[in-house]
């Protein structure tokens, strides 16, 4: 299974479980470290953006970003903006 692979099932899954347990996530990309989507780095994406941007089709074999779960509330920000205000500040 590649990389690529890998992380797509784990997003997957995670979002299953957000949906089947009724907890409310978006997702916030880590990509400082990665020359294809460091643009993206700390950005607060919905599931299917997620899909959209890091499909298997779309994704370099070079792509070392990870997306992560966040809480949001139920206007869809984030719960804990302090962290959230610490990975953008990575990009400087």
């Known amino acids: 299974m590649s990389v690529n692979q890998s992380r797509f099932d784990k ?5 299953n479980d957000a949906v ?4 409310k996530v978006k997702y916030i990309c ?3 470290q990665c020359p ?11 599931y299917d953006e997620v899909v ?3 499909s298997i089709e779309n ?3 070079g792509c070392r970003c990870a997306c992560t779960q966040i809480l949001v509330d139920d206007s869809g920000n984030p719960i804990t903006p ?11």
């Open 52 to 54: 959209k941007i890091f």
């Open 11 to 15: 997003l997957y899954k995670e979002q």
């Open 30 to 32: 880590m990509s400082v």
């Open 82 to 92: 302090g962290a959230v205000e610490r990975i953008r500040n990575q990009k400087t």
């Open 20 to 23: 089947r347990l009724g907890i």
């Open 59 to 61: 994704v370099p074999d």
């Open 36 to 46: 294809h989507h460091a643009d993206l780095h700390g950005e607060i994406l919905d």
